[in-house]
């Protein structure tokens, strides 16, 4: 069965970290493009950010630039997503998704996504 499975959410301070991992099983993440993304109570899952199959070129949403890092273990068969300086606008239920793509570009497109993971929660409050 192909299934992708997001870890490392929990509870973090403001200005604390969290990193997210996304494990790929029943197949290998070579040739995958694969996107995070997040749904706050209420509101419609949004693209956080991509990596493409090829060369890894990245792609984040703004107001995550500079503070959160996408990247990719295909020896491990693993897509991380490194979060810095949480803020409490950040809290959600973050997902991982992968798509057949070999490509340089990734999207943050959701219904391009075919394979979704069941999220983990992070929750960032003092």
């Known amino acids: 069965q192909l299934q992708v499975a997001e870890s490392g959410g929990g509870l973090v301070q403001p200005g604390g970290s969290l990193r997210l991992s996304c494990a790929a099983s029943g197949f290998t993440l070579d040739g995958y493009a694969v996107g995070w993304f997040r749904q706050a109570p209420g509101k419609e899952r949004e693209g956080v950010s991509c990596?493409?199959?090829?060369?890894?070129?990245?792609y984040y949403r703004d107001s995550v630039k500079g503070r959160f890092t996408i990247s990719r273990d295909n020896t491990k068969n693993t897509v991380y997503l490194q979060m810095n300086s949480l803020k409490p606008e950040d809290t959600g239920v973050y997902y991982c998704a992968a798509v057949y793509r070999r490509s340089r570009e990734c999207t943050l497109y959701k219904y391009e996504y075919v394979y979704w993971g069941r999220g983990t929660q992070v929750t960032v409050s003092s």
């Open positions: 990596i493409s199959s090829s060369d890894d070129n990245t």
